[in-house]
């Protein structure tokens, strides 16, 4: 069954730091998405993202984050310079979009600790 | 603000037992609804999608009411396996952010 993928599993970083998350998404799904969940929290929107371009962000995908397709398989999450409140599960997601009872698929999540 | 809300929890019960697990959402122009399932420090899984009608799926039944803006799942036959948190999800269409509930973190003991 195909899945989506997620490297790496855990990211330890510096606050100030660059990081990049990397997702493969289901390879015939067109939308894909970036959550984050904070230890002990809910599940929260990013960003999403078709036809190579951002269709839906919310308040905390900021100026610090960026998202690139820079391939046919490939979708990052750049955060530029890392705070302590973004250590989080980060997850990636895919859907084929084209249903009305469409459906996310995740990935199994990048755990970012920011020092 | 588009909010989902579930009952707290946590719920804990024996093997064997039913439990049932409630959400409630706000916009009324969702058009998709999911309960998904999420192990501890791991992503979340769909269980299943929720249909008007009500759906089953072996021991899980969901339960979609429009006008009430209202969700259910229910688990019957508890199992240990069962053990997990179960997020209630709100799409308001194709290609757009899911909208998460906290989850109900369900704990089934022998």
């Known amino acids: 069954e195909p899945e989506v993928t997620q490297t790496p599993s855990h990211q330890v970083t510096q606050m100030g730091q660059e990081v990049i998350l990397r997702c493969v998404p289901i390879?015939?799904?067109?939308?894909f998405y970036w959550y984050r969940q904070i230890l002990g929290q809910k599940v929260e929107f990013l960003v999403s993202?078709?036809?190579?371009?951002?269709?839906?962000k919310s308040e905390i995908f900021d100026d610090q984050f960026s998202v690139e397709r820079p391939d046919g398989s490939n979708f990052t999450l750049k955060i530029r310079s890392t705070k302590l409140e973004d250590s989080a599960m980060y997850f990636c997601?895919?859907?084929?979009?084209?249903?009305?009872?469409?459906?996310?698929?995740f990935g199994p999540g990048t755990r970012l600790t920011v020092l | 603000r588009k909010e989902v809300e579930q009952d707290p929890g946590p719920f804990n019960v024996p093997e064997g037992a039913t439990v049932a697990f409630n959400c409630t959402y706000s916009n009324s122009a969702s058009q998709s609804f999911f309960w998904y399932r999420q192990d501890c420090r791991k992503e979340p899984k769909l269980l299943m999608s929720v249909y008007s009608s009500g759906n089953e799926d072996g021991r899980f039944t969901a339960q979609l009411n429009r006008a009430s803006q209202y969700i259910s799942l229910l688990i019957r036959d508890s199992k240990l396996s069962d053990s997990a948190t179960y997020l209630c999800v709100v799409n308001p269409g194709p290609g757009t952010a899911l909208i998460f509930g906290k989850g109900t973190t369900l704990s089934v003991s022998s």
């Open positions: 390879s015939n799904h067109l939308y």
């Open positions: 997601a895919s859907s084929e979009g084209l249903l009305r009872t469409d459906t996310q698929y």
């Open positions: 993202f078709y036809n190579n371009e951002i269709s839906e």
